[in-house]
């Protein structure tokens, strides 16, 4: 039997990105996996592939996650955008969609997961975190701000659940391969007012040691090592994933 084998995982933004890497990850090692994404086609992709199950959502509806009820043993929240602009030029609303989407879902979604994870005496909670929700970078300010809140919501599930059996730890990649920071390469040039091939390396990769990105299955790997039994130690963690950045 593989070690997640009659578990149920949820993965947020699992169509595409880091969240199919953790999905496919979650699957191989054998657990029943909703893909959740506003992408329902893609999502209905993926869960064929994997044998598991598509939930087309949308997590800025926040009122609908309110009255929710998850049976799920695992639940990744990786959902995320970006947006990338000075404080002065910064959208009100877009700060709150961003934060909505990566501090008040992932919320929502942990306390309609948590009493079942009681119930079993078993959760894995991995938040999709990065590297800003333990460092700053300009013009990234609605990102940052909403990275240091998962941390904190994070660390206050583990302390919360761990005398139920319940981990929740952080997984912080740098920039890694995905379509989101494909897109970020013309954002960051246009603010910045450089040639977007200057961008990766002038700009994305500058605090790193190891000069690449990370690729999605590195994430999906570690990812699916905390969902795991060997892993039951390890609580209220951050686990950098950014080749050297935050040891500067």
Known sequence: MSALTGRRALVTGGASGIGAACARALAARGAHVTVADIDEVGAKALAEEIGGTAWGVDLL????????????????????????????????QRFRTLMTLMAEAPFLLIRAALPHMYEQGFGRIVNISSVHG???????????????????????????????????????????????????????????????????????????????????????ALTAWLAGPDAGMVTGASYTMDGGWSAR
């Open 61 to 92: 509806d926040v009122a609908e996650l309110e009255q929710l009820t998850l049976e799920v043993e695992v639940l990744v929240n990786n959902a995320g955008i970006q947006s990338i602009d000075p404080i002065t030029d910064f959208a009100p």
């Open 134 to 220: 333990l460092r700053a970078s300009e013009y990234k300010v609605a990102y940052v701000a909403a990275k240091h809140a998962l941390e904190g919501i994070s660390k206050v599930t583990a302390l919360e659940g761990g005398r139920h059996g319940v981990t929740s730890n952080c997984v912080n990649p740098g920039y890694v391969r995905t379509p989101l920071v494909d897109k970020q390469i013309a954002d960051q040039a246009r603010t910045h007012g450089i040639a977007e091939s200057e961008v990766l390396e002038g700009i994305l990769l500058t605090e790193s040691a190891i000069k690449r990105l990370v690729e999605p299955e590195e994430v999906g």
